[in-house]
């Protein structure tokens, strides 16, 4: 269950980046900062991900 909270905001941090990149004047002052927690976020579920797929 934990990994479908994980997985949601996943998603919706997805999305806003995504918006950003279709629509660059509608995006909001912090959507840099969303780019960059998402990309991290990311990295981090996927590392933890296959490291778990490892064993």
Not at 7 to 21: H, I, R, T
Not at 40 to 52: D, E, R
Request: proline share 5%.
């Amino acid at each position: 269950m934990k990994n479908k909270y994980v997985l949601l905001v996943l998603v919706l941090l997805n999305a806003m980046v995504l918006l950003g990149q279709i629509w660059p004047e509608g995006a909001p002052p912090f959507a840099r900062k969303i780019n960059i927690i998402f990309l991290i976020c990311s990295l981090l579920y996927f590392v933890v991900a296959f490291s778990k797929g490892k064993k």
